[in-house]
């Protein structure tokens, strides 16, 4: 079995609804230019406040990939 | 542009429900007090187990709203 | 009152529905031999990715129970 | 049961006896102006030193208490 | 001597021309509503950028001050 | 000489009297079950609070012993 | 209001006159390739020596900016 | 697809020869009494030292397998 | 002498034989697409188990390059 | 007033009796070779175990001495 | 070209004017004693305040220099 | 059993060989001039690239030896 290496980037996802959609944004965003995505590691949640109540979670992870010789 | 200052408190917000709402709850529960509530970062999640399920999660965060003079 | 000791173990449970569950799902396979659970704390969230999506979420969590002599 | 929201603020209690009780005098002050402490936990452990032994014990403590509405 | 207690609040100031000046900044404003000031800690240096370059320095520190019982 | 392996377990003692209490009380109890205890390494110190006092040192120990073949 | 997808690369800046110099390199230097830069963190500040006085200043940061779709 | 729960132990091998055979002395051990060990992490390396080089590795894992259930 | 500016990606190599020879394999195949690398620092090693041995290292590793105007 | 320089060297110290008495001893012999010891910072608390009891504490120290020209 | 073996040694720089001269005042005092300094990482950036402004930066650095056999 | 005193010191060793080499180097280099070392602590390994391979591994140990009175 060949001996793969793995690129990883880090990225920050948003979501009005729930951390684990930030999530989700963060990877559907990362798949329209990058291929065979593997997995994610969260890195920080934070997000911002409007009015007393969570307007943006904002979801930092780390997306690992194949990477092409 | 002037140059503000913040400060960051540490809440524990709780919820039966979903790790979410705890920290809903905890920013809630802080703007009954503190106006100008901006951002959030997740700080810690734990919770209490009754009967092999999870009674309520604890999610510890802090919280940034601009200082007044 | 008595000085009781505690244990705590590391876990990961996964779910392909929310890293919520995945917590969950290592907590009811840790009760199924673990009696008196008591508290978890979160570790690390990470998942597998399938053609762009979250296949599985993988939370690794510490789970604590009283230690009988 | 309730969703109860709580605070942590951290203090650095001082003792020149010994590490314990520059815990208990941390407590002991805080209480004094607030009501329904509950919990804390050891952040830092420091100390200054006069002629080659302990002066002073410092230990930082963050303490959780029960936030009211 | 008397064996102090210390209470350490968490703030972030800002400032448009230097990593230093934002320190300064945090320290001035909280020395408006808190006496006895006595130590900082910087905890993060973040910033925003506008068209390619830094516009506002974001330094969070720590800052103690002497408690009265 | 043999190249011996050995495991780590995760326990909290707790105690009303001091932090090294609760260490002692938590290898005593590991004790009970696990020979060949060799070495501890604190993890975290913690404990609740009754009525402006320390109620229960909790401190986090691992703790390290011989595995058998 | 859309959620908005960022990317962080990790750069060094060096400068031979300041650390703040140095941060400031390094955004103008990643300016150049990538628009839309958005914000900064300072993960790691170090620097060469040369005849007992700082020969560069070497400051890594976290630089994040939108992911266009 | 199931949702399977994996546990981790932590467990430190030594070898007089390398760091890598370290850490294969230690699954090896484990592997004597957990079936379905599926992943390491490495957690710390240290070691001992005789008359002035090393005496033996000591490298400290994390090793996840399958839990039944 | 110029001000460089370096930018550091995030890899992960793996090999059957060695954790030295995934750093290695990771630091070959960056190669093959970035010219100037200067310097890598490991983040994290681990490694997949199949029957109670060691089937693949897993090494991640920041590798730094000089970043072109 | 004068721009101090201080040196921090890093000490373990041990005792058959207690934590603080370990960091009592660490200071007691690093003040027999070195003059104007100003403060400490514990940096790891571990210890030796025999027949279910602690044998030694062992607790890392940090401490810090002003410099001489 | 020969394996150099450095030693790291961490100091305290003190200055009342930035930050950055706390850290040249570090490196000048090393250089009195210490031949061949290389390089530095800042460890710690706190200070003291005096009526309500900073009075002096304190910079924690590890400085490293070539060891001679 | 008397309560000695150990001191760590930070070095660095460098291999073109391999990371396990480097620790041997620094550890060959510390005892010439330091006797009674007793364990080693891996902190950090990185290394230096040319052409695409690893030119020296650069791997950052503590050493603990025993500290006369």
């Not at 593997?38 to 194949?66: L, M, P």
């Amino acid at each position: 079995m060949e001996d793969h290496v793995y690129k990883k980037i880090e990225i920050t996802g948003t979501s009005s609804n729930s951390s684990d959609e930030a999530v989700q944004n963060a990877i559907a965003m990362a798949s329209k230019s990058i291929q065979n995505l593997r997995w994610f590691e969260v890195v920080e949640t934070r997000g911002s406040i409007t009015e007393g109540s969570i307007d943006k979670w904002q979801v930092t992870i780390k997306v690992g990939f194949t990477m092409k010789g």
